[in-house]
């Protein structure tokens, strides 16, 4: 479930970075160029910043299913 937060994260970073190129563009067309390479870098630091938050929610989660495997392993005794 915590996968799915950080990820559901960076699925909004990427889409606000988006709408905000989209609308600078919009705004100022003779730099739509410049507009949307800063904002691929920006949907790239994004995409780089969620894979740590990431990979500890994975860890955390694969921890509770293990933790209640275990817990149903005892009881099953």
Same mark, same amino acid.
Request: glycine share 6%.
């Given at each position: 479930?915590?996968?799915?937060?950080?990820? $559901?994260?960076?699925? #909004?970073?990427? /889409? +606000?970075?988006? &709408?905000?190129?989209?609308?600078?563009?919009?705004?100022?067309?003779?730099?739509?160029?410049?507009?949307? $390479?800063?904002?691929? #870098?920006?949907? /790239? +630091?994004?995409? &780089?910043?969620?894979?740590?938050?990431?990979?500890?929610?994975?860890?955390?989660?694969?921890?509770?299913?293990?933790?209640?495997?275990?817990?149903?392993?005892?009881?099953?005794?």
């Amino acid at each position: 479930m915590r996968v799915l937060v950080e990820v $559901l994260h960076i699925t #909004v970073g990427i /889409f +606000a970075a988006m &709408l905000i190129a989209a609308l600078a563009t919009w705004s100022y067309p003779l730099a739509e160029r410049d507009i949307w $390479l800063v904002a691929y #870098v920006a949907m /790239f +630091a994004v995409v &780089l910043m969620g894979v740590g938050p990431i990979r500890r929610a994975y860890d955390e989660d694969r921890a509770t299913l293990n933790a209640a495997g275990e817990g149903q392993a005892d009881s099953d005794v």
